[in-house]
């Protein structure tokens, strides 16, 4: 439904489904307005709506130019998720330019003709040859030879242009603001920028956004272009992709859902045209077509007219008009296959109407029948039963049309078909109406308990507004919708299932294999241009005088803001008061680990597929469920953390219910015997990931060699000598060690402490824990270069250098280095291996402390690249981490980021008892961000300098590639040191 006119705002108030207020008016002088304005009546009045019961209290107001803005007061910390969003995705692209939208989205990064230039008078000529250039490069597809010479032009003249540019201004100034979560995203309905700012900064916000968003400069095209490329490149590297791609292709034949794809095909991208860019922008980047959702601490009237202030001014202009195909009725069932190197999987799509009808909630409802992580059919009949290695389902929901994928993995021997038939088997049953008659009901009460905890995040609370702008729903259609998804019947949901859930769905079965249609970007021949580190344009100059009210850092105080009492001896309570909801979390934590004893981590484990007393195991799945609570074991390398989170209302039932599981496993050698069968299939899908190979297993192997945390697992022989009373007597034996536990929630401690007394059930007296067991790390002293063989395109590296061992005196110091050399879009590596030479889509370093005393720390260093700019690439690294530059501007930054985050960071909820968790690793007693915050404030850069010399410069590193042998340039990584190729079995260990 479209938003209501203002001709039905009062009768859609007396009906008590919207209401209308006004803001910087006396209430006798509001009702004597008419209700019919929607606009700004006078400069300094602003009508907005509201909705009954809203428990955002948002206020949706319309600028007189059609902007919309979104405004919701939550003040949980001086802080404030922005998100612009911009009716404009995918789907609007041009068949002919493809990935427009996206390529846009990196240009609104680039500045204006104000922002991100040091001379605009003489830019402004050279980015009109460049453009000019593009259409001519364009139109000689079929002359090589001229187009080669046309980009030699384009890369010379932006070398040119490039003089007068100011890379990565606007980055530099968000991060000056504070501002956190820098992005943006596009999507097939959707570009949407977000930022997190300290609530002191609105009106630099305000001021840099409605600069950037009223005019698309195309600064530093040629280099952002390749990070295009390169992002391209990590979509043909991902499997998951090409088959996601490839269900849209055929559920979609019409629709440009399914007809083009978010980054756009190869050919568009190796043929952009600015001049196409610059007419999308002045189309859709209008303000009708543009909606502000702010959500944080703030005050209404303020931050309207502050936005009205700088947003206002914005010309009007009717937003364009999409006419969406109709897709006809899938005549046949469709298969299609996917090859490529990770583990196989099927997924299943049915196509369904967009996401502003009523099929869609039912589409909702059905796919946490199938699937909610506990009682799902899904969970209990494939997952918990062990049928399939991992079944899910999950939602694609859009404007025009929703999909609904059923997604398998396979078990060892077990067939991509017998997967599909299973799921579709559960599918079947939902037909028959056989499923639980509570389980809607307490599908909806769960969803009420997620959105009320996720409501506790002002980036869930704005993402909310934008999806309603997207969807083009009021925002009291949006908040109905909750309320709508409450009315599903069961009779309701067989029909639908009945009606939609036929044979003529789509089929993708991802095959591990060789893919024989392999391609990537062409690497073009760019000259690096200058990073401009210490200019600064005049605006930015303008926009850094803006007002700003000093805001004072709140430190969490352990001894204050949590009290502490012992259940029993050995058995301390930490405890915070939730004074926002009804919710609590829960959690028991053990300093034991699969480091003393790998079996913990399979008992952990085991526990799911277990009953206890008159429950079997889906049964007690069920009662949580039921209840609005739900549990989780886990074993880390030393410490186990058992949790019990959801309403405190349920807070006695569902602890005793936990307890008599943690107490009283019933042992089932069968689940047992299937779980083993699932580790080990999971253990050979393992080798066939990328993001596993490298960051985990290659990673401790050069940190501790062959035996490390990652190896220290059970043999094949041994997991299958497993009995199942030695995992339940592990599990038995946890809550006999001296442990703590840690509560937030909304009951007095008082009485938390008598339900834990009368049902935690623990020995009189508790075990000592034995000592911890730490792998010894390798002193990394020679230069090594580890590589793996994957078939990708890209090449990914990690630098890795061992630092110091653990010290709090080193945080400050660490904080700024990080912040200035490695921290974000704004910092030196991005600035220079991303922006100026176009080496990367993704690059970052960072001196990493370690998470416990006695362990070292460590200097990782990233970098993504096709495997042709290899040299470049890790030559670039290599410069940036033995001669830091030297940019004052940079510096000033880094330190204005730092002081403004933690100015108005807040550590809250249950954030406070795991920061007191974290601290007590490092052996700290108070808030570690106090030195931070006190002590970069005055660092010189001599200081930052020195430590850069001292702990990087010059320290030995282990190189880590993985990478396509036919591709790596192995002369090239001789040069960093002796090359040794590792076996996935050095790595894995098994």
């Not at 300094?44 to 509201?50: A, H, I, V």
């Not at 009106?203 to 990070?227: G, N």
């Not at 709090?808 to 991005?830: D, R, W």
Request: with cysteine; glycine share 6%.
């Amino acid at each position: 439904m479209n938003k209501p006119s203002l001709l039905l705002l009062p009768a859609l108030a007396a009906l008590g489904l919207i209401t209308q207020c006004q803001s910087s008016k006396p209430a006798a002088t509001a009702a004597a307005t008419s209700s019919s304005t929607a606009t700004v009546a006078t400069p300094k009045e602003y009508t907005y709506t509201t909705v009954p019961n809203d428990p955002l209290g948002v206020r949706v107001y319309k600028l007189a130019n059609g902007l919309t803005v979104y405004l919701s007061d939550y003040k949980n910390a001086p802080r404030i998720q922005t998100y612009i969003a911009v009716r404009a995705g995918s789907k609007n692209d041009p068949a002919t330019a493809t990935g427009l939208a996206h390529y846009l989205e990196h240009m609104v990064f680039k500045g204006t003709s104000r922002l991100g230039t040091k001379d605009w008078a003489q830019e402004k000529p050279q980015l009109d040859k460049i453009e000019a250039l593009y259409e001519t490069y364009r139109s000689q597809r079929n002359d090589p030879a001229a187009r080669k010479r046309t980009y030699h032009q384009i890369d010379s003249i932006s070398g040119v242009a490039a003089r007068y540019a100011v890379p990565n201004e606007y980055d530099k100034l968000m991060g000056s603001l504070g501002s956190k979560g820098s992005n943006a995203h596009t999507s097939n309905e959707e570009t949407v920028y977000q930022e997190d700012i300290p609530s002191n900064q609105l009106e630099k916000w305000s001021a840099v956004q409605a600069e950037r968003f009223k005019e698309m400069v195309p600064r530093l095209f040629h280099t952002e272009l390749e990070a295009v490329y390169e992002e391209k490149n990590r979509g043909l590297d991902s499997d998951f992709s090409k088959e996601f791609e490839t269900l849209n292709a055929s559920l979609y034949p019409t629709h440009p859902y399914g007809t083009q794809t978010t980054i756009g095909t190869i050919e568009h991208l190796q043929n952009p045209s600015i001049t196409e860019i610059r007419k999308y922008f002045n189309q859709y980047y209008v303000p009708g077509n543009v909606a502000l959702c702010l959500s944080g601490d703030l005050d209404y009237d303020q931050t309207i007219r502050l936005i009205d202030k700088y947003f206002g001014e914005w010309k009007p202009q009717a937003p364009p008009t999409f006419s969406a195909p109709v897709e006809k009725p899938l005549a046949a069932p469709i298969t299609k296959e996917v090859v490529g190197p990770a583990a196989e999987n099927v997924m299943v799509g049915y196509r369904f109407a967009g996401k502003a009808t009523r099929d869609a909630l039912r589409l909702r409802m059905l796919d946490k029948i199938l699937t909610n992580g506990q009682a799902g059919l899904f969970d209990l009949d494939l997952n918990q039963q062990q049928k399939v290695l991992q079944a899910s389902s999950f939602t694609d929901l859009n404007d025009d049309y929703s999909t609904h994928i059923l997604y398998g993995s396979p078990r060892q021997g077990q067939k991509l078909e017998e997967v599909q038939s299973l799921m579709l088997a559960e599918v079947e049953k939902v037909k028959k109406g056989d499923f639980p008659e509570w389980l809607i009901p307490a599908i909806v009460n769960n969803e009420k308990l997620n959105r009320t905890k996720s409501y506790e995040s002002n980036e869930a609370r704005a993402s909310a507004m934008y999806e309603a702008f997207i969807e083009r729903v009021s925002w009291a259609d949006y908040v109905k919708q909750n309320e709508d998804f409450g009315t599903i019947t069961k009779a309701e949901i067989i029909k639908f299932a009945t009606d939609n859930y036929g044979p003529n769905a789509v089929t993708v079965y991802k095959r591990t294999g060789t893919d024989p249609n392999t391609v990537k970007v062409v690497k073009p021949a760019i000259t690096p241009v200058p990073a401009n580190r210490d200019a600064a344009s005049a605006y930015y100059t303008e926009v850094s005088k803006l007002p700003a009210t000093d805001l004072a850092p709140v430190f969490v105080d352990y001894k204050k803001d949590i009290q502490t009492t012992d259940l029993k001896p050995g058995l301390p309570l930490y405890y915070t008061h939730n004074a926002e909801n009804g919710l609590f979390s829960l959690f028991y934590a053990i300093d034991l680990g699969s480091n003393n004893d790998p079996r913990l981590d399979l008992a952990t484990d085991y526990l799911q597929y277990l009953g206890t007393g008159n429950y079997s195991a889906a049964q007690l799945q069920q009662e949580f469920y039921k209840l609005g609570c739900s549990f989780a074991v886990s074993s880390g390398q030393d410490r186990i953390l058992m949790s019990l989170s959801g309403l405190d209302s349920n807070l006695e039932p569902a602890v005793k219910l936990f307890e008599q599981l943690l107490n009283a496993p019933r042992p089932d050698a069968a689940a047992l015997q299937n779980m083993v069968a699932g580790i080990l299939k999971q253990r050979q899908d393992a080798k066939l990931n990328k993001g596993v190979i490298l960051n985990a297993a290659m990673l401790n192997y050069a940190k501790y060699g062959a035996k490390n945390p990652f190896t220290n697992v059970l043999s094949e022989q041994q997991l299958k000598a497993l009995k199942p009373e030695q995992l339940t007597a592990l599990l038995k034996s946890l809550p006999t060690y001296q442990h703590r536990s840690l509560y937030y929630g909304p009951r007095e401690v008082t009485a938390l402490g008598s339900v834990l007394r009368a049902n935690h059930r623990t020995p009189a007296t508790l075990k000592p824990t034995p000592a911890a067991k730490d792998f010894a790390e390798q002193p990394l002293k020679e230069k090594k270069v580890y590589w793996v063989d994957y078939k990708m395109v890209q090449a990914e590296i990690l630098f890795l250098t061992k630092g110091d061992l653990y010290s709090k005196a080193m945080a400050p110091t660490v904080a700024l280095y990080n912040e200035y050399f490695g921290g974000g879009m704004g910092s030196i590596v991005f600035q220079d291996l991303r922006e100026s030479k176009a080496l990367a889509y993704s690059a970052s370093s960072r001196y990493a402390n370690a998470d416990k005393t006695g362990r070292s720390n460590y200097i990782v260093s990233y970098i993504g690249t096709q495997s042709d700019k290899l040299p470049e690439a890790m030559s670039g690294m290599e410069n940036l981490l033995t001669d830091m530059p030297m940019a004052e501007a940079n510096l000033v930054i880094a330190k204005q980021s730092i002081r403004n985050s933690i100015a108005t960071d807040r550590i809250t909820h249950e954030g406070v008892l795991l920061s007191y968790e974290r601290a007590r690793r490092l052996g700290l007693d108070y808030d570690l961000r106090r030195d931070v915050y006190e002590q970069t404030q005055n660092m010189t850069f001599g200081e930052l300098q020195k430590f850069q010399q001292a702990k990087i410069k010059g320290q030995n590193q282990v190189i880590l590639v993985i990478g396509s042998k036919d591709r790596l340039n192995f002369k090239e990584l001789a040069k960093y040191g002796s090359v040794e190729q590792l076996s996935l079995k050095e790595i894995f260990g098994y």
